[in-house]
């Protein structure tokens, strides 16, 4: 069975009780609970992680790059938080891992602060997701099992 990353940035430990008017009343536990429930539908197995570390999520996504190269991965659902807005090196990761990856945002960036509305990964993501609110992670995977079979 493939795998697919679903990896989540800073802050994202803190849904439910970060700015629900926001970012939603889920936790990030019921997010990775439906998600698990959308893997099984799919037919693919999930890897769900979250860090406030921007080197690990880069590790994370050049594991995911040797397994979709080894054919055993559909690729990266990624929230990069505030990262997003900042790091070069993840996108350097998602073009250097050659990892199809979805870049998801649980908010609409371009509705909020003029810094939001850039993003490092856009340029390297193979579509982007934002403000739909958690639905953004389901999306993203189904998008991703389509490339995968594409
Ligand atoms: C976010 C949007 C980012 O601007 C912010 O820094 C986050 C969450 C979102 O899911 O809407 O941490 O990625």
Not at 57 to 78: F, K, P, Q, R, Y
Not at 86 to 113: K, M, Q, W, Y
Request: with cysteine.
């Amino acid at each position: 069975m493939k795998t697919i990353y679903v990896l989540n940035g800073p802050n994202l430990n803190l849904l439910g009780m970060r700015d629900p008017a926001t970012y939603g009343t889920q936790t990030l536990a019921d997010i990775e609970s439906n998600c698990q429930k959308v893997a099984d539908r799919l037919g693919l197995e999930l890897v769900f992680r979250q860090s406030n570390h921007e080197g690990e999520l880069v590790d994370w996504i050049h594991e995911a790059g040797v397994e979709v190269a080894e054919a055993n991965s559909v690729g990266v659902v990624l929230n990069a938080g505030a990262y997003t807005h900042t790091s070069v090196a993840l996108a350097d990761a998602i073009s250097g891992a050659f990892v199809p990856t979805i870049e998801v945002h649980i908010s609409n960036v371009h509705a909020r602060e003029a810094f939001r509305g850039h993003s490092y990964l856009s340029p390297v993501a193979a579509g982007v997701i934002v403000g739909l609110g958690s639905y953004g992670y389901e999306l993203g995977m189904q998008a991703l099992a389509h490339l995968a079979e594409e």
